[in-house]
Each structure stands twice: as C-alpha cells, then as structure tokens.
C-alpha cells in the first residue's frame, strides 16, 4: 500500500542551526502538507502546498520556515535557525486533491538542544 | 482560530467495554475525520464524515457527523486491547485544506 515515508526519523540539532526535514508524499497526490505535534499536544497546522507553491499557512508557520519541492517525489521542510521551542514531532501529508483525504507520514523528531 | 474540544481526555476500560467519545466546537466544519496515533507513528485515518447528520461505521468503529456541523462522536463496541491508542477528531472547513485537530483522547484497555 502507497505511504508516505518520512527521513530521518529522528534529527538532533544545536539552536541556532538549521534543519531539513525530507518527505516522499505518494506518487499520484497533488497536495502536499506539514504538520507538527509538540509532546504530549495536539498536531497542528504548518503549511499546504500545491502547484509548487504556498497555498495555506498558519501563524506558527513564520519567516524561518520554507517548504520546497525540489524534485518530481521530495517535499521538505526547512527551519532556518531552530529554536528550543521548535522540538516536535513533524509530520508531512499528502492529497490527491484539494479536500480528498490526507495521508500522514509517521514523522520526524526533531530535538533542539 | 477554530478550536476543537475533544472529550474525554482519557479513558481505561475493561477490555470488551464499548467507548465513546466526541468532538465540538464553536465553527462549523464542512468535513469531520476521525484519526488514530499509536506511539511514535503518524495519525492513521479510521473515518471520514462529509455530511451532516451521517453516520459511518468501519468495523467495530462508528462516527457520526453532527446536524449542527460543530460537533462529531466516535464509538468503538467491544473493545480489544489493540484499540490502546491516542484518537484525535480533525475538521476541514469549506474554504481551505488544513486539519484542525482536537486534543485527542487517550484510550487505555485492560485485558
């Protein structure tokens, strides 16, 4: 069964530093997401990107994020310069289209130190 | 934002017990999905809710989706042990794609 499939699954960083975390949606899907759940909390909403650009964003997405579609199957999510506060779970999604059901990928653990 | 109030927070059953558990809010969603989390894995959809007033079952599970739109319910009949996880109800509304998630509830099973 097509997944999407989340690397690495668990990333160490010093503040400061910045961090690419790299995601494969599946292959037919159009839409693309990030998400991220701080221990013990609830997910939350990043971004959603969709025809090689930003189509939503929330407020926690800020100017130190980015999200690229380098190539034709990876998404990544880049935070600039981490903060300690940027320690989370980040899970990427994907869509076949706009309202069609979001699959999750099992997430990366970002630690800040 | 929108907020989900996701309720109860937590429940340890007996394993066979049937459970119960739901979702409001001040906002109306357009669409109402119900997702699983075990330990360090991603939320695994279960159901999904496109109108209100429907009711879906998926096996053991059942989930409604609410007249008002603003509210959803969740049950799980006869439990197993497998069921131990976190569920947590998401909604999607009209305009846009993001999920808003509730604060999810814990489900513990006694053998």
């Known amino acids: 069964e097509p997944e999407v499939t989340q690397t690495p699954s668990h990333q160490v960083t010093q503040m400061g530093q910045e961090v690419i975390l790299r995601c494969v949606p599946i292959s037919n899907h159009l839409y693309f997401y990030w998400y991220r759940q701080i221990l013990g909390q609830k997910v939350e909403f990043l971004v959603s990107f969709y025809n090689n650009e930003i189509s939503e964003k929330s407020e926690i997405f800020d100017d130190q994020f980015s999200v690229e579609r380098p190539d034709g199957s990876n998404f990544t999510l880049k935070i600039r310069s981490t903060k300690l506060e940027d320690s989370a779970m980040y899970f990427c999604?994907?869509?076949?289209?706009?309202?069609?059901?979001?699959?999750f990928g099992a997430g990366t653990r970002l630690s800040v130190l | 934002g929108q907020q989900l109030n996701q309720s109860p927070q937590s429940m340890f059953i007996q394993e066979g017990e049937d459970v119960s558990m739901n979702c409001t809010s001040s906002?109306?969603?357009?669409?109402w999905l119900w997702y699983k989390q075990d330990p360090g894995e991603g939320p695994v959809l279960l159901i999904a809710l496109y109108k209100a007033g429907e009711l879906t079952s998926n096996g053991r599970l059942t989930a409604q989706f609410g007249i008002t739109r603003k509210d959803s319910f969740l049950n799980i009949s006869a439990s197993i042990p497998s069921d131990v996880g976190i569920y947590f109800c998401a909604g999607q509304l009209e305009a846009g794609n993001m999920l808003t998630f509730g604060g999810g509830t814990r489900l513990m099973v006694k053998p």
């Open positions: 906002s109306i969603f357009n669409t």
């Open positions: 999604a994907s869509s076949v289209r706009l309202k069609n059901i979001q699959y």
